[in-house]
């Protein structure tokens, strides 16, 4: 066994992992309330794999109704180190084409009314996110994006939105001006609340459509998504088996994101100033660093 344990965050149209040896399914319970549904737990080379369908079983919940805080608890509970999203996007850019898979590295957040963060009144803390993704879980993502046969971008600003609803014309053409270059519904405040709870992140962005800022052609769609969808969902199979032979051979030792010691110097509140009920629903994803 290595020291990893990958928590995978499967989105539209994956909603399950193949190649798992050892199997079992898992409910957690979490002081945030119920995650997406019950995670599926195996081994692949003898990597331990925790995979929990971000829309739960039969894609039930949508994006603005997601319980992240509860998703991302759950993966800590379950002793995961790393977290890999993956997740549907459209493309605000002519070379990153349907079909595609992209890697992001930055965020512009156009979400409202989620709560990204398990901290609050009680217990302040500011988390670092300058750079919101782990490189090192990157760049292997990517390794095997290429050797499960995506074409594949290794960096990428994605531009999420708050949905269900997709993009006007208007405001596609606004964030292709602002250099975004995919769109999403579901990757904030799930970044976010990946480095509060100490857990390198990142993100594999399968393209599916040209949102709508292409003249002249027809916008996004659900069905035009659907049909890019079934090709992506089996290069998505093939990277997660991928990435798990090559973290199979690699000892874990800390990300270069220093995410594991992000709420190190973070957390304002003085230990006598914190509210007792929000520090016990905190022991899971901050633990470590209020036992300081």
């Given at each position: ?156 600003t ?16 606004l964030?292709?001006?602002?250099g ?41 769609d659900v ?41 190190d ?19 899971a ?8």
């Open positions: 066994m290595t020291g990893w344990t990958l928590g995978i965050i499967g989105g539209s149209g994956l909603y399950e992992i193949e190649g798992l040896e050892n199997v079992r399914s898992e409910r957690v319970e979490t002081p945030w309330g119920e995650p997406s549904g019950t995670f599926t737990i195996g081994e692949i080379a003898g990597v331990t794999l925790c995979f929990l369908p971000r829309h739960g079983k039969g894609h039930r919940i949508p994006p603005d109704a997601i319980n992240f805080r509860a998703n991302i608890d759950a993966f800590k509970r379950l002793g995961c180190t790393d977290l890999l999203s993956l997740s549907a996007c459209g493309s605000l850019r002519e070379d990153y084409a349907p079909g595609d898979f992209v890697l992001v590295d930055q965020y512009v957040d156009r979400t409202s009314g989620r709560e990204r963060s398990f901290f609050g009144p009680g217990c302040v803390a500011h988390v670092g996110l300058a750079d919101p993704v782990c490189p090192r879980l990157a760049g292997l993502a990517a390794d095997a994006a290429d050797a499960a046969g995506a074409r594949t971008h290794r960096t990428g994605y531009l999420a939105m708050q949905g269900p609803q997709f993009s006007t014309r208007a405001e596609s053409y964030y292709r001006q602002w975004c270059d995919v769109i999403g519904m579901t990757n904030m405040p799930e970044a976010r609340l990946a480095r509060e709870a100490e857990l390198p992140y990142a993100s594999v962005c399968m393209v599916t459509d040209y949102d709508c800022w292409r003249r002249g052609e027809a916008a996004v069905q035009s998504i659907l049909k890019v969808m079934h090709a992506n969902t089996g290069k998505a199979r093939r990277l997660v088996v991928a990435l798990a032979k090559t973290l199979a051979a690699l000892p874990r030792t800390p990300s270069p994101s220093g995410a594991e010691t992000a709420l110097g973070a957390i304002l509140t003085a230990p006598d100033a914190r509210d007792a009920e929000l520090m016990a629903r905190l022991a994803v901050a633990g470590r660093a209020l036992a300081r």
